[in-house]
């Protein structure tokens, strides 16, 4: 009924989910995995994240003593990122895609992303936006807000933008 349409799209929330260098081989195992958890995918884009586009995707951690071996990992090759959708979709991918840690992940959420895919604390396959706040500024990187500035370099042959 009318009510319950209201709250559903009331909760309706936009994420991102990335998957990380190690996984892109992965990547139709992954969207099924989304697809399957009912996820809406509004945007992909295969790109290389430049130096300087990881170390805005990552500010947040800049003071950790892993951050430059953080950045190395994430520009070691091409990502996929994804704008996904859904009722309140951070909160969902985060727990699709597991646990940091992909050995905590094997035990404590077997089903889980970061189970199937992940190696261990860093390399662990997948993103997820902590808060829509957080998301929509890693959105930005990949998909704007103004395409032109978007520094995030697409691949000549692989890159593709959903609409
Ligand atoms: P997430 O939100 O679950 O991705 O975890 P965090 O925000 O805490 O960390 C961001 C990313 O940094 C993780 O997904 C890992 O790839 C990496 N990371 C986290 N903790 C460590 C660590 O202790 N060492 C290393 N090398 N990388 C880490
Ligand atoms: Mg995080």
Sequence with gaps: DEATKKKLSSTLEKTIAMIKPDAVSKVGHIMDMIFSDGFHMS?????????????????????????????????????????????DAVKHWRTLAGPTDSAVARSEAPNSVRARFGTDKQTNAVHGGDSPENAAKELNIFFGPQPQKNTAKLLDCTCCVIK
């Design 43 to 87: 945007k992909a884009i295969m790109a290389q994240l430049s130096r300087t586009d990881a170390q805005r995707f990552y500010a947040v951690h800049q003071q950790k003593p892993f951050f430059n071996e953080l950045v190395d990992f994430i520009t070691s090759g091409k990502v996929v990122a994804m704008e996904l959708i859904g009722n």
